[in-house]
C-alpha cells in the first residue's frame, strides 16, 4: 500500500497570533498523514518556548494560535510533587453510607468534606476528579444523561447492587441530581474549593469505563449503562469479557468524547484534564490495538486543538495528562503511540501504570523526549498484592521506590480514604526527605489472573500484575528461584539508622518436612525450624480504623486483620544493599505425599527504625 505524509510548514507569531490551514481530508484516509510543523518565530526562541504543535482536525478548519506553543510548564518550573486521583465514589451511592446515611441526598458541605478532608493541602498539588464513569454524568451534563436515566429511573432493587456494599442504588442519581439543582453541580465546586485552597483542579475523564459491563446484557435497571449503547451496539468491541467496552475505530465514538472533553472546558475553569486510558484498556477487538493506534493519534490530535483553542481564549494553558502502562512496548502493544504523542506535543503530563512498587522501565519514556523533558508520575494505589488496604509501611515502601527510580512526582489512584484518617500520609508520601528514617514494607507484585470471560481478563493485559509479576510462584524439588526485591533505604554502615529488617514469605502447600534453603544477595538466611519442620508464623498485619472513618465502598469495619501465615526471617541489616536486593530460594526436601509443588503466595521485606 502507499504511504504519504503530506508536511505543512508554517510561521507562527504573525500580528494576528494565528494561522490557518483548511483542510478536508477523510477522517481515517488509509495511507495518508498530515503534520503540521511550526517554524518558531526569533522571538519565541528567546523567551525559550518550544512546543511543536501537530494539529488535525479532520473535515474542518485548524487554527493553530500563539498560545499553543506556550509549554504548559516554562522551563524552570518544578514539577507537581503529588496528583490525588479521585473517583468521585462520594457522589456516587458511597458518600452518604460513609456518613452514616443521613436523612435526605448529600449537601454541598457533605460533598465538599468528603472530598478535602482526607487531602494534605499542603502536599497535594493537584487533585484529579472523576465525575462519574464517563457513560453517564454524575454532574447536569448536556452531553450526557443522568445515571437511570435511561431506565427512566427505576433502579436495582437490590441494596448490594455496588460490590456488596449496603448503599441505596437510586443515590448514584439522587445525590448528583441535588447538588446540581442547589446551585452546587459537583465540576464546579471542585473547581472552586481547589483554587481556593491553591490546589490545581483537573478532571480525570475514564476513557472506556466498563463498569456498566458488569452484569449480563439485557439487565434492567443498570444506572450506569447509557442510552448510546443500548442503542449503538456496532460502537462496542465484540468479543471482549467486558461488553460493554467502547470502539475508538468508530468515529462517532471519538466525537462523542471529544463533545464530553469540550464541555468540561466551555463550562468550567479546570486547569487540565486527565485522558485515563487505563480505565480500562478495551478500546479495539483483543489482537488489533497496534494496527489501530491512529485512530488514538487522531483523536489526541483533535483533542490538543481543541483545548488549545480554549486555552488562547484563556489566556493561559490547558495541560493534558494521560494514564497509559508502565512500558513503551505495552502501551504500543495496546494502541497507545507514547512516541507520536510525545513527538507531536500532544500531552504535557505522563501518569504511568496502576498500583506500581517499583518502575525501572521510567527511562525508557525519558529517551523518547527530545525537546521537551515531560514530567512523569507513576501510579500508586491504596490495596493490592494481599492486601484488601495497603498497611502505611507498603505505602512508604511503595513511594520510596518510584522517587528513587526517577519519579518527578506520585499520582494516587482510587485514593477511597474519608475522613482525616491517612492525611499524613499523604505528605510523607510527596516528599521523599519525609520517607527517610521510617519504617516500610517493600512488597513483590502478585500476578492477576482473571480467566477469559470473567470481567478483568482483557483489561489487566498491559500491565505489571499480568505480564511479569514475580508470585505467585511453584518450587519444586531442586529448582532454584530467584526474585529481586527492590529496596529504597540505604543501609550503608554509618550512613543509615536502620536497626532491624525481617523477610516474610507466604506459602500454600506446604509440607511438615520440607527443607528450604533461601540466600539474600548471596548471604544465607537461618530458616527457623521447629520438631524437624519449617517453623511457619502468622505475619501479622492489622489496621485499626478511627471511628468514622474509613474506605468509600468498603464494608464498615473498625478493625481489619490482614495477617497471613508465613515464614518470618531476621535479616541482618549489613545483607541488604540499596537497589535490587536478590532473594534465592531452593526446596532441596518435598514431604512424601504431597504432589503439589510448594507455591509461594507473597514475598514481603520490611525495615524498620
Given amino acids: 500500500m502507499l504511504s504519504v505524509q503530506l508536511v505543512f510548514f508554517y510561521v507562527t507569531g504573525s500580528s494576528s497570533g494565528s494561522v490557518s490551514v483548511f483542510t478536508q481530508v477523510a477522517d481515517d484516509f488509509s495511507g495518508l498523514t498530515l503534520s503540521f510543523l511550526p517554524i518558531l518565530h526569533p522571538v519565541e526562541y528567546l523567551y525559550g518556548f518550544d512546543r511543536r504543535s501537530f494539529l488535525l482536525a479532520a473535515g474542518g478548519t485548524l487554527t493553530t494560535p500563539l498560545a499553543s506553543v506556550l509549554q504548559a510548564q516554562p522551563p524552570g518550573t518544578a514539577p507537581r510533587r503529588l496528583l490525588v486521583n479521585c ?3 462520594m457522589i456516587h451511592c458511597f458518600g452518604r453510607a460513609a456518613l452514616g446515611n443521613p436523612e435526605g441526598p448529600l449537601t454541598r458541605e457533605q460533598f465538599v468534606s468528603l472530598v478535602f478532608t482526607p487531602l494534605d493541602e499542603k502536599a497535594v498539588d493537584a ?9 453517564v454524568a454524575e454532574y447536569q451534563s448536556n452531553v450526557l444523561e443522568w445515571p437511570g436515566e435511561a431506565d427512566q429511573f427505576r433502579f436495582p432493587e437490590a441494596r448490594t447492587w455496588h460490590g456488596g456494599i449496603e448503599v441505596d442504588p437510586a443515590d448514584q442519581y439522587r445525590n448528583p441530581r441535588a447538588l446540581a439543582d442547589s446551585g452546587a453541580n459537583p465540576p464546579a465546586v471542585v473547581v472552586e474549593e481547589c483554587h481556593r485552597r491553591g490546589i490545581d483542579a483537573f478532571v480525570s475523564l475514564r476513557m472506556n469505563d466498563c463498569h456498566d459491563g458488569q452484569h449480563a446484557k439485557g439487565v434492567r435497571p443498570n444506572p450506569e449503562l447509557p442510552t448510546f449503547k443500548r442503542q449503538n451496539l456496532d ?11 467502547l470502539n475508538y475505530a468508530h468515529p ?5 468524547k471529544l463533545r464530553l472533553i469540550e464541555e468540561f472546558f466551555d463550562r468550567w475553569d479546570f486547569d487540565g484534564i486527565e485522558l ?12 488489533t490495538e497496534a494496527e489501530n493506534a491512529h485512530h488514538l493519534n487522531t483523536f489526541m490530535r483533535q483533542v490538543r486543538h481543541v483545548l488549545n483553542q480554549r486555552a488562547e481564549k484563556r489566556g493561559r494553558p490547558i495541560e493534558i495528562a494521560v494514564r497509559i502502562p508502565e512500558r513503551v512496548d ?5 494502541g497507545f503511540d507514547i512516541r507520536a504523542w ?10 504511568l501504570g496502576q498500583g506500581l512498587t517499583e518502575l525501572p522501565s521510567l527511562s525508557e519514556f525519558r529517551t523518547l523526549m527530545t525537546a521537551r523533558q515531560l514530567p512523569i508520575y507513576p501510579c500508586v494505589t491504596t490495596y493490592g498484592n494481599g492486601y484488601r488496604i495497603y498497611p502505611e509501611d507498603v505505602v512508604r ?3 520510596a521506590n518510584l522517587w528513587r527510580d526517577g519519579a518527578d512526582g506520585l499520582s494516587t489512584f482510587n485514593w477511597f480514604f474519608h475522613g482525616d484518617w491517612r492525611r499524613s500520609l499523604l505528605g510523607q508520601i510527596a516528599d521523599p526527605a519525609r520517607l527517610t528514617g521510617r519504617d516500610k514494607r517493600y512488597v513483590l507484585v502478585q500476578r492477576v489472573e482473571a480467566p477469559r470471560r470473567e470481567p478483568g481478563g482483557d483489561y489487566v493485559r498491559f500491565n505489571t500484575q499480568s505480564r511479569a509479576a514475580p508470585v505467585p510462584m511453584n518450587l519444586n524439588v531442586g529448582s532454584v528461584a530467584e526474585m529481586a526485591i527492590p529496596l529504597a533505604d540505604d543501609a550503608s554502615p554509618g550512613r543509615s539508622s536502620l536497626s532491624t529488617a525481617e523477610l516474610c514469605i507466604g506459602f500454600e502447600f506446604s509440607g511438615k518436612s520440607d527443607e528450604l534453603e533461601l540466600t539474600l544477595n548471596g548471604q544465607r538466611l537461618a530458616v527457623h525450624r521447629e520438631d524437624d519442620r519449617i517453623e511457619m508464623d502468622s505475619v501479622n498485619q492489622q489496621i485499626d480504623i478511627p471511628a468514622g472513618q474509613g474506605l468509600l465502598g468498603f464494608p464498615s469495619k473498625q478493625s481489619l486483620d490482614l495477617s497471613f501465615a508465613g515464614l518470618r526471617i531476621d535479616v541482618p541489616v549489613e545483607f541488604l544493599a540499596a537497589g535490587h536486593n536478590y532473594l534465592t530460594m531452593e526446596l532441596q526436601r518435598r514431604t512424601p505425599g504431597i504432589d503439589h509443588p510448594l507455591r509461594v503466595t507473597r514475598v514481603e521485606l520490611a525495615t524498620y527504625y
Fill in 276 to 287: 485515563d486510558w487505563l480505565r480500562h484498556t478495551m478500546h479495539f477487538p483483543r489482537g
Fill in 127 to 135: 487533585l484529579f476528579f472523576s465525575f462519574g464513569s464517563g457513560n
Fill in 342 to 351: 510525545i513527538a507531536e506535543d500532544l500531552v504535557d503530563l505522563l501518569i
Fill in 252 to 256: 462517532r465514538v471519538r466525537a462523542l
Fill in 397 to 399: 515502601g511503595n513511594a
Fill in 235 to 245: 460502537w462496542l468491541v465484540p468479543d471482549l469479557d467486558m461488553w460493554s467496552a
Fill in 87 to 89: 473517583d468521585g465514589s
Fill in 330 to 334: 505495552w502501551c504500543l502493544e495496546g
